[in-house]
């Protein structure tokens, strides 16, 4: 391991994309881009693309699924078999299964469920092109779908994830470093309340190692919530900026 | 205690709006004495009320509300209508037909069957329970003829305009008769197809720009500058 992980970090303390440790990759967000869906969002993050898309709330179908206090938060995630390397069967996987869950989790804080009991919210998450860091770019495009959808909503959800790679603590790891590298600590937050909505942890980090970590997760929130921000808003604005001249 | 953006400003779910002496209205809500928005939108004041009119939302019935909605089903006592909105909503037999009728002979379905528009008034609705319609009034019952748009919901008093300016300036322009469902469906009958489509080009245009200033202006233009073409394939 030692071998191959001394190429992640350069000598120059650059990584293999040519980031230093505390930059996110190039991330551009869209929103609104599906006509047939309530709402709809997407995300490019370095090599990662990733389509969401949010129906409702509607009559929860079928009948016994409704609750009869609150909405009932539906998510699927789904890698494309184009997705990935090696051709990735379309049926949901295990770990798909996993993270429909914790996505959805990290979605229903922000969302005020008990507004409209007995309906149903569908949120489905599309990756079509993944290198590692789905599931914060998941988060953070399902919300966006979410306010773009109209649903009445506390906060953004903004999500980015830190991690250690070569010994240091490295922010936005992308697939490579995520396999090679020695720890991977993904946060959701909702910057406004700074609440966090989900907090993982994969590898092994001291505790110091940890909270530098969180740290710089949160600081990398902080910065895609300010993306997510912009793109929601540039919706309305072009149409103001063209209407007004 | 401040506020934090300037009247007509656009805000976004989890925008922290006021803070202090402040009451939260619609599409917003309070924690610990500071008001955030929940919904993409416009800012308001109205005295010490904070509200955000939303540029996306989704029907939420209201009793007294008129609607437009589609018959989705045909029951054995009533029929189920689509009103856009997240709950479907009954139209029961006995409100319809002013006669007792008997369930046994299936005679809804020649009164109104599936796919039908009615227009039709909510007479009650809560949490527990999905809305009932009633066509009791007159204006109200199926739609013979015209055609509909789908607007967001709450673009509706844009439609409206102050005191009805934008929606009169409508029906003068194009002739048509307009009525509007709350549930954002709106119906558009004219005397010919070319009115109604400048009505239905209007509406769209107001929804598209709702939030930017001088529309009602823009849209006037707008409507007199294609009328004179459809004067012209008159006369030819």
């Known amino acids: 391991m030692s071998q191959k992980s001394e190429k992640l970090i350069n000598k120059k303390g650059l990584r293999l994309d040519g980031r230093k440790p505390d930059q996110l990759r190039p991330t551009k967000i869209e929103v609104g881009i599906l006509a047939n869906a309530d709402g709809s969002a997407y995300i490019q993050q370095g090599k990662n693309k990733i389509l969401a898309a949010v129906y409702g709330p509607k009559e929860a179908h079928p009948k016994h699924l409704a609750l009869s206090d609150r909405t009932r938060l539906r998510c699927r995630y789904h890698m494309a078999p184009f997705s990935v390397q090696e051709r990735k069967s379309p049926a949901p996987s295990r770990r798909e299964i996993e993270l429909s869950k914790v996505i959805r989790e990290a979605l229903e804080p922000s969302i005020f469920l008990e507004y409209y009991p007995r309906t149903s919210i569908d949120v489905f998450v599309e990756v079509l092109q993944a290198d590692g860091g789905t599931r914060c770019a998941s988060i953070t495009v399902a919300s966006l779908a979410l306010a773009d959808a109209g649903v009445p909503m506390r906060d953004l959800v903004a999500a980015c994830a830190a991690g250690k790679v070569d010994g240091t603590i490295a922010l936005d790891l992308m697939d490579t470093e995520d396999k090679m590298g020695s720890a991977d600590v993904p946060i959701a937050l909702m910057p406004n309340l700074n609440a966090i909505t989900l907090l993982q942890m994969d590898g092994i980090l001291s505790l110091e190692e940890f909270e530098n970590a969180v740290n710089l997760a949160l600081e990398g929130c902080m910065k895609i919530h300010a993306l997510q921000k912009e793109a929601l808003k540039a919706k309305y604005v072009n149409v103001k900026e063209v209407a007004e001249e | ?236």
Request: proline residues 5%; contains cysteine.
């Open chain 2, 1 to 236: 205690m401040p506020t934090f953006f300037e009247r007509r400003e656009l805000v976004i779910p989890g925008d922290l709006l006021a803070e202090g002496e402040y009451t939260a209205g619609e599409n917003t809500y309070m924690e610990d004495k500071k008001i955030y928005a929940s919904r993409i939108g416009v800012i308001e004041y109205t005295d010490k009320k904070v509200s955000v009119v939303a540029l996306r939302a989704f029907y939420i019935p209201r009793i007294g509300d008129t609607v437009i909605g589609t018959v989705t089903d045909v029951g054995f006592s009533g029929w189920t209508v689509d009103i856009n909105a997240p709950y479907l909503a009954m139209l029961r037999a006995s409100d319809v037909l002013n006669r007792p009728f008997k369930p046994q002979r299936n005679e809804l379905s020649t009164v109104l069957s599936v796919g039908d528009l009615v227009i039709a008034k909510i007479v009650a609705y809560d949490r527990a329970h999905n809305p009932q319609l009633t066509v009791g009034e007159p204006g109200l019952g199926r739609i013979t003829r015209g055609q509909t748009v789908k607007v967001t919901p709450t673009k509706i008093p844009r439609i409206i305009g102050r005191k009805g300016s934008m929606i009169s300036m409508i029906k003068q322009e194009t002739g048509c008769h307009i009525t509007l469902g709350h549930n954002g469906v709106i119906l558009i009958t004219g005397k010919k197809l070319e009115d109604e489509q400048l009505a239905v080009m209007a509406i769209h245009k107001i929804e598209e720009e709702s939030h930017t200033s001088g529309l009602t202006d823009r849209i006037t233009q707008m409507i007199k500058k294609s009328q004179p073409k459809t004067k012209k394939k008159e006369e030819s």
